[in-house]
Structure formats: C-alpha cells, structure tokens
C-alpha cells in the first residue's frame, strides 16, 4: 500500500484543518488506517485511529473532542479534520496502514507508513 498525506499547512491558534491520506496499490478496505504525529524532539505519538468499515474510532486523549477520523473506502482515502487547534498539536502528522479489522493506538501494528504532511498552528 502507498499512502500520500496531504492538507497540512499553517494556521492560527482555534483553528481548523482537514488531512486526507490517499492510499493506492492494494484493497483499501482490508486495512484499519491510523494517524500519527511527531513534533521536533519528541517521539511519534498516536493520535487517531479507524477500522476497516469505519464505524468504529479510537482517539488519543489530547485530541479527543477536537480531532474527528473518517474514511471512504469508495475513494480509497482516509480523513483527519482538526478543529479547535492548540500550538501544541504543531508536528508532521502521516497515515498508516495495518491489516486488520480494527485500528490500534500500537504503532508496531501498522504494516505501511506514508509520508508525512507538516501541520504549525502559531498561537
């Protein structure tokens, strides 16, 4: 699976942004997606996860309330909208991929990784 994320940029503290995450070269829908994020210094962090159907979602509590994770399988893409943006979500954020029917906060359970789309909020 290829995966390509994009939709990062700049923007002011409160705001809001969508990610969306293209993936190509397999079935889509066999794979649970996850977003991650990693900030300068720092380690990748868990941040979204979905499974396969997308019904079910799971959050990191620094997000929780202000992130929602979607998907379309029709378009083989994967969403993050950011709302309520802090200084502290500032970080490159990417998209994985894992087969298996659930997402999983465990980055050692994603089989593919994309790269990454550069997300400042300034405050």
């Known amino acids: 699976v290829q995966l390509q994320a994009s939709g990062g940029g700049l923007v002011q503290d409160g705001g809001s942004l969508r990610l969306s995450c293209a993936a190509s070269?397999?079935?889509?829908?066999?794979?649970?997606m996850g977003w991650f994020r990693q900030a300068p210094g720092k380690d990748r962090e868990f941040v979204a996860s979905?499974?396969?159907?997308?019904?079910?979602?799971t959050y990191a509590d620094s997000v929780k309330g202000r992130f929602t994770i979607s998907r379309d399988n029709t378009k083989n893409t994967v969403y993050l909208q950011m709302s309520s943006l802090k200084p502290e979500d500032t970080a490159v954020y990417c998209c994985?991929?894992?087969?298996?029917?659930?997402?999983?906060?465990?980055?050692?359970?994603?089989?593919?990784w994309g790269q990454g789309t550069q997300v400042t909020v300034s405050s």
């Open positions: 979905i499974s396969r159907s997308g019904r079910s979602t």
């Open positions: 070269g397999r079935t889509f829908s066999s794979y649970a």
């Open positions: 994985a991929a894992a087969y298996a029917d659930w997402g999983t906060s465990s980055l050692k359970e994603y089989d593919y």
